[in-house]
């Protein structure tokens, strides 16, 4: 399989935008904005896979949209757990809640600083 470089426009490691080749376009870069290039395993719709640089492994790029809407069904998915009382499953989905609230709390973190507005009606993580 053919690998393509790409050059992604990155905000604390989290993708806005992709480049291909030699056509990039210079946009401005407030601190801790860059360019940084990185290999494209697929462009599927909402299922990027990319390897970052320094990683051993691709990555699957998940769009702010959809990490918001698996973060609220796993915030569902804990509030059902709990009424079961199982514990096992409580604590299974009390941890992947919790993955998913640091992965928010990052994206949503990066745009408060940068001043973008979320893809999304939010915050969902309070600080």
């Known amino acids: 399989m053919m690998i393509a470089l790409a050059v992604i426009l990155c905000i604390a490691a989290l993708g806005i935008g992709i480049a291909y080749g030699r056509r990039t376009k210079a946009i401005g ?14 462009e599927a719709s909402n299922f990027p896979v990319i390897r970052h640089p ?6 699957s790029l998940i769009q702010g949209d959809s ?3 698996h973060y609220q069904l796993a915030t569902s998915a804990l509030g059902l757990a709990r009424k079961t009382g ?3 499953l409580i604590e299974k989905i009390e941890e992947l809640q919790e993955l ?7 994206y949503e973190e ?3 600083r940068f ?4 893809p999304y009606p939010g915050p ?3 600080k």
Request: hydrophobic share 45%; proline share 5%.
């Open 67 to 69: 990490l918001s809407y």
């Open 115 to 118: 001043g973008m507005e979320l």
């Open 100 to 106: 998913l609230e640091l992965r928010v709390a990052m």
């Open 54 to 59: 320094g990683r051993r492994f691709p990555g």
């Open 29 to 42: 870069k407030p601190a801790g904005r860059g360019m940084v290039e990185m290999e494209v395993f697929s």
């Open 110 to 112: 990066t745009f408060a």
């Open 124 to 126: 969902l993580v309070r």
């Open 86 to 88: 199982n514990e096992e």
